[in-house]
């Protein structure tokens, strides 16, 4: 998968199947907040996706839409990274990480 971060850079990873896009972009050192560790409680894991991407995920929860109603730069593409798992088929994927999700 790819990660597109604020300062224009394109990070390409491998991830194995399962993991959340969350734990992913950590893993590759892009430090995104992410203070409720996943539970659905804050909106600083807030990514988003190019928008041929976004149907291939599972729709967003009740209570992610909810919490993503709290995110900064919000988009119509917007996902919360701890809820978006890279299962098969999602190979190629590109995530773009707004600043506001990262720590500074
Ligand atoms: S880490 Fe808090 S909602 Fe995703």
Do not use: N
């Not at 194995?16 to 590759?28: I, K, N, Q, S, T």
């Not at 839409?65 to 299962?87: I, K, V």
């Amino acid at each position: 998968m790819v990660f597109l971060l604020p300062d224009g850079r394109r990070l390409e990873v491998e991830v194995a199947e399962g993991v959340r896009v969350l734990d992913a972009a950590r893993a590759a050192g892009i430090p995104i907040e992410g203070a409720c560790g996943g539970a659905l409680a804050c909106a600083t894991c807030h990514v988003m996706l190019p928008e041929a991407w976004y149907a291939r995920f599972p729709p967003p929860s009740p209570e992610e839409e909810e919490m993503l109603e709290l995110a900064p730069e919000l988009s119509p593409t917007s996902r919360l990274g701890c809820q978006l798992r890279l299962e098969a088929g999602l190979e190629g994927v590109t995530i773009q990480v707004p600043a506001s999700s990262l720590l500074a």
